[in-house]
């Protein structure tokens, strides 16, 4: 999608992340640990001045729900208050990912809070994002869970409408 908009990607990200969900300091194990207030990879991704963002966090989050709702909650809102202060007027492109259309209690839940942060800090929600890969077992890897090539192929073609819209097309490569 990047080649195609003629974007420089950089992607902060790390596997298994979710806005809640390894997100804070090394723990013994050396593994990130569960954080809803550390910024450290919202400060990076601010630093470096983008000319938009695009956010997919939510699956991995759930599994800390009902027992760390409300840390959750407001690991979702400190990343969408982030960015609307930290890069005000820049597009802001929110998307969610579940490998199926039914949601269950929590993932509803989830999936809630983040459509409704991002509409208070005004970022785009991409509700087709959401969808593109859904209950559609020859878009997804053996898994079951994280899109295989085609996969991204079909999330790719769902956020690039949200993009042309917002006129996120042939962006300079560097500020």
Excluded at 109 to 136: C, K, M, N, P
């Amino acid at each position: 999608m990047s080649d195609e908009l003629g974007w420089r990607e950089v992607n902060v990200a790390l596997n298994g992340m979710g806005y809640f969900r390894r997100r804070g300091l090394r723990g013994a194990d050396g593994e990130r640990q569960p954080s809803a207030t550390d910024t450290t990879l919202l400060d990076a991704v601010i630093r470096l001045e983008p000319d938009a963002v695009l956010v997919c966090l939510s699956a991995n989050d759930i599994r800390f729900l009902p027992d760390r709702a409300h840390d959750v909650r407001a690991a979702i809102d400190r990343d969408h208050r982030r960015l609307a202060e930290g890069l005000p007027g820049r597009p802001v492109l929110v998307m969610t990912y579940f490998p199926t259309h039914d949601l269950t209690e929590r993932a509803a839940l989830v999936q809630e809070w983040i459509t409704s942060s991002a509409a208070r800090w005004g970022h785009t929600y991409v509700e087709g994002f959401r969808t593109a890969t859904a209950d559609r077992p020859d878009l997804l890897c053996d898994d079951g869970v994280h899109p295989n090539d085609a996969g991204h192929r079909a999330l790719a073609d769902a956020v690039l409408p949200a993009c042309r819209a917002l006129g996120l097309v042939r962006l300079p490569a560097t500020r």
